[in-house]
């Protein structure tokens, strides 16, 4: 009987770490067959651009709204 329960263990021990070392090597072949990237190329020195023009906005001025209202209309529904 106890000869069975260790086999029991055994085994589930065996396929346990054979499964994670199974996922540790994939993990790393992932890592392994990334590319490198290429270097980048050094920034070249840009020559300093002359100071931009100022913009101008032309901003309308707000029209005052009619402080009085005309009648309501009256709505008529069918009946």
């Known amino acids: ?3 069975g329960i260790l086999y029991l263990f055994l085994t589930f021990a065996v ?5 994670h070392l199974i996922k540790l090597a994939y993990i790393g072949l992932l890592s392994v067959r990334k590319k490198p990237e290429p270097p980048t190329p050094e920034p070249k020195p840009e020559k300093p651009q002359p100071k931009p023009e100022p913009v101008y906005y032309i901003v309308e001025k707000k029209r005052a709204k009619k ?3 005309s009648e ?3 709505i008529k529904f069918k009946k």
């Open 67 to 69: 402080s009085t209202y």
């Open 72 to 74: 309501p209309k009256e």
């Open 1 to 3: 009987m106890f000869i």
């Open 15 to 19: 396929c346990f770490i054979l499964v």
